[in-house]
């Protein structure tokens, strides 16, 4: 399975973005998907996951209202739309995929995820 992260870039402050996070060798069907980012100095932090059949959603506190997820079943991409991006979401961003359905308690660990894509970087200027 391999994951391709793409879609960041330079913004400005209120400014948006779509992340895509495109999968070969497996079909975004089952399992759980998630967004992980890391700023320069800080530790890997949760952004948001989403659970597959049902779906279910889940958002970091301090993104949620402002991301959503979405989904092209065809071309085997999630995405990852970014609005009223602020300067503290600037970081790199990963996507990472697992087989199994986790909940919502254990969404947000990055040791549950098997497969992860590079980063691609975000940057919100003020």
């Known amino acids: 399975v391999q994951l391709q992260a793409s879609g960041g870039g330079l913004v400005q402050a209120g400014g948006s973005l779509r992340l895509s996070c495109a999968a070969s060798?497996?079909?975004?069907?089952?399992?759980?998907v998630g967004w992980f980012r890391q700023a320069p100095g800080k530790e890997r932090e949760f952004v948001a996951a989403?659970?597959?059949?049902?779906?279910?959603?889940y958002y970091a506190d301090s993104v949620k209202g402002r991301f959503t997820f979405s989904r092209d079943n065809a071309k085997n991409t999630v995405y990852l739309q970014m609005s009223s991006l602020k300067p503290e979401d600037t970081a790199v961003y990963s996507c990472?995929?697992?087989?199994?359905?986790?909940?919502?308690?254990?969404?947000?660990?990055?040791?549950?995820?098997?497969?992860w894509g590079q980063g691609t970087q975000v940057t919100v200027s003020s």
């Open positions: 060798g497996r079909t975004f069907d089952s399992g759980t």
């Open positions: 989403i659970r597959w059949n049902p779906s279910s959603t």
């Open positions: 990472a995929a697992a087989p199994r359905r986790w909940n919502s308690g254990s969404v947000r660990y990055p040791a549950r995820y098997d497969y």
